[in-house]
């Protein structure tokens, strides 16, 4: 029984130079696999033969059991990511997420602009969320592996992953180009906006096969 590395929505290089086939390669190749690997390594002692992925996030939070925790928010926090990009076609929110955007921010510059400053003001390394919270829309941040699998409340939509191995290939060390340049040209809208079903985190969820 193990969690496996779900396989990106797009071949690699489709992205283009907003995220490189290289970044790819490390980021989901690499980073999110040791997750993968590290979780996996450690599901045999911890009596969750069979838990699904959330569960798994759930119960290693409820028992302080940071190295599994960790791991397996990791698992799911990317697998989320992976999903909120796509190819640039220029896609913009549509139907109830552009009103509820127009409604709070004014419009997606609005918007996009609050989430940028979110990115790129968290201290270290962490994730950058739109959520949605009592029927409106919210941004905050959560830090290192922190997921809204764990946060009540939280119905996730879109996020942005700003640890430095989500940006060092493409951007070097410049956070701020890498949350304008990813969050202006390849968000997901699409998917963002399906996830005000508030069925988000099953979107990233998995069962142990
Ligand atoms: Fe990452």
């Known amino acids: 029984m193990a969690f496996r590395l779900p396989e990106l929505p797009y071949p690699k290089d489709a992205l283009g130079d907003y995220m490189s086939a290289e970044?790819?390669?490390?980021?989901?190749?690499?980073?999110?696999?040791?997750y993968v690997d590290k979780a996996n390594g450690m599901l045999?002692?911890?009596g969750l033969a069979g838990a699904s992925l959330t569960a798994a996030i759930r119960?290693?939070?409820e028992k302080g059991d940071k190295g599994l925790f960790n791991n397996t928010a990791q698992i799911w926090n990317h697998s989320f990511y992976w999903q909120c990009l796509a190819p640039p076609q220029g896609q913009q929110p549509t139907g109830k997420l552009a009103a509820l955007i127009e409604e709070q921010f004014d419009d997606t510059a609005g918007l996009l602009a609050k989430l940028k400053e979110e990115a790129v003001g968290?201290?270290?390394?962490?994730?950058a969320w739109l959520v949605l919270n009592g029927g409106k829309l919210e941004i905050t941040s959560l830090h290192d592996a922190d997921t809204p699998v764990v946060h009540d409340g939280m119905q996730p939509l879109l996020t942005l992953d700003v640890w430095e191995h989500?940006?060092?290939?493409?951007?070097?060390?410049?956070?701020?180009?890498?949350?304008?340049?990813v969050l202006g040209n390849i968000v997901n809208w699409e998917f963002v906006g399906s996830n005000l079903d508030g069925e988000g985190i099953?979107?990233?969820d998995q069962e142990l096969a």
Request: charged share 35%.
């Open 122 to 127: 968290h201290f270290s390394n962490g994730w």
């Open 202 to 204: 099953s979107r990233a």
């Open 44 to 46: 045999d002692e911890k």
């Open 166 to 181: 989500a940006y060092y290939i493409d951007y070097r060390n410049e956070r701020p180009r890498f949350a304008e340049s």
């Open 59 to 61: 119960a290693a939070k």
């Open 23 to 34: 970044t790819l390669d490390f980021h989901h190749g690499k980073h999110h696999k040791a």
